[in-house]
């Protein structure tokens, strides 16, 4: 399969998953592409996929399409967001620790408007992201990224009781300050909510019967 039917496909794929076409699935198909190859990743969802880890720093469109490229999902722990605000992501082969970071070059958008003055900014980009070589999209970093045990996937490591509120915590989150067990919340690092009231019953529905 020749390159340009490969990043179709793709990107279809990417489409379908996020809900719409955008420049962000264009972008992201072409992020994920660069990462694998990098890498020498050929089938990050066949035989390597348990070779790959990868760290986005956005959680905005383009994530979609490097979630759907790669095979990667939070939830099987081999995608990490660390939200940064940027459109770049670390590619990580954990046999090797190769790791590369790919990051979409600061004057994209104004590359795209030149190319194709005439179209709005949005299509304009959708166009221009296409047919842009990959050297004038993107730069790469050869990085080193530390994952510890507690980070990759595999049953968790480590399960605590947080001695403040009760609650459980997987795989190390747990802080320890003066001898005691303590989530992070508790232990006062930043959060992202405030109690309301104290914790209480769900609403009570019946889901058979
Ligand atoms: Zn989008
Ligand atoms: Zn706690």
Same mark, same amino acid.
């Given at each position: 399969?020749?390159?340009?039917?490969?990043?179709?496909?793709?990107?279809?794929?990417?489409?379908?998953?996020?809900?719409?076409?955008?420049?962000?699935?264009?972008?992201?198909?072409?992020?994920?592409?660069?990462?694998?190859?990098?890498?020498?990743?050929?089938?990050?969802?066949?035989?390597?996929? #348990?070779?790959?880890?990868? %760290? *986005?720093? +956005?959680?905005?469109?383009?994530?979609?399409? @490097?979630?759907? =490229?790669?095979?990667? !999902?939070?939830?099987?722990?081999?995608?990490?967001?660390?939200?940064?605000? #940027?459109?770049?992501?670390? %590619? *990580?082969? +954990?046999?090797?620790?190769?790791?590369?970071? @790919?990051?979409? =070059?600061?004057?994209? !958008?104004?590359?795209?408007?030149?190319?194709?003055?005439?179209?709005?900014?949005?299509?304009?980009?959708?166009?221009?992201?296409?047919?842009?070589?990959?050297?004038?999209?993107?730069?790469?970093?050869?990085?080193?990224?530390?994952?510890?045990?507690?980070?990759?996937?595999?049953?968790?490591?480590?399960?605590?009781?947080?001695?403040?509120?009760?609650?459980?915590?997987?795989?190390?989150?747990?802080?320890?300050?003066?001898?005691?067990?303590?989530?992070?919340?508790?232990?006062?690092?930043?959060?992202?909510?405030?109690?309301?009231?104290?914790?209480?019953?769900?609403?009570?529905?019946?889901?058979?019967?």
């Amino acid at each position: 399969m020749d390159n340009n039917n490969k990043f179709d496909r793709l990107l279809a794929e990417a489409v379908l998953f996020h809900g719409h076409l955008c420049a962000g699935q264009i972008i992201g198909v072409r992020i994920a592409m660069l990462g694998l190859r990098e890498l020498g990743i050929t089938d990050p969802k066949g035989e390597d996929r #348990k070779k790959l880890i990868v %760290f *986005v720093e +956005i959680d905005r469109c383009a994530t979609d399409a @490097i979630m759907t =490229v790669t095979g990667c !999902r939070v939830g099987r722990r081999n995608m990490k967001l660390i939200d940064h605000g #940027k459109m770049a992501a670390t %590619f *990580v082969n +954990i046999e090797t620790m190769q790791a590369v970071r @790919i990051v979409s =070059v600061a004057d994209a !958008r104004e590359k795209a408007a030149r190319m194709y003055p005439d179209l709005d900014k949005s299509a304009a980009q959708m166009k221009a992201y296409r047919e842009m070589a990959d050297s004038d999209l993107f730069v790469v970093q050869d990085v080193t990224v530390s994952l510890k045990p507690e980070d990759l996937p595999g049953p968790p490591l480590g399960k605590e009781i947080c001695v403040e509120c009760g609650e459980t915590v997987l795989d190390r989150r747990e802080i320890r300050l003066a001898g005691k067990v303590l989530c992070q919340r508790c232990a006062g690092q930043d959060h992202y909510f405030e109690p309301l009231a104290a914790l209480r019953p769900p609403l009570d529905v019946r889901l058979s019967g």
